[in-house]
């Protein structure tokens, strides 16, 4: 089992800047990649960025040269360096661990709010 605890939301203006955190604990060795999702009113939860194991970082379009995901193996945590945030970035923001045999952990959320 892994456990996921997300920090850093809240309110910020367009412009702005946030950075998230997701601490992971537990069995944290069978980590293989970890993700950020976010998820708004009436729209289904979608991909933001995307780590693995090696390094290697995916990010969808819409945040790409805005957003750096990272990982600090030593913490068990990883996060979203968000700039440059728009009204349009305004979500709850999950952080995901997929472990190596196929499991999906989730964490429990954060807000973030861009207001304009």
């Known amino acids: 089992q892994v456990q996921l605890v997300e920090f850093g939301g809240g309110l910020v203006q367009a412009g702005g800047s946030l950075r998230l955190s997701c601490a992971a604990s537990?069995?944290?060795?069978?980590?293989?990649?970890m993700d950020w999702h976010r998820q708004s009113p009436g729209k289904q939860r979608e991909l933001v960025a995307q780590?693995?194991?090696?390094?290697?970082?995916n990010y969808a379009d819409s945040v790409r040269g805005r957003f750096t995901i990272s990982r600090d193996n030593a913490r068990n945590t990883w996060y979203l360096q968000m700039n440059s945030l728009k009204p349009e970035d305004t979500a709850v923001y999950y952080c995901?661990?997929?472990?190596?045999?196929?499991?999906?952990?989730w964490g429990q959320g954060t807000q973030v709010t861009v207001s304009s």
């Open positions: 995901r661990a997929i472990s190596r045999a196929g499991y999906n952990y």
């Open positions: 780590v693995t194991s090696g390094g290697s970082t």
């Open positions: 537990g069995s944290t060795f069978s980590i293989d990649r």
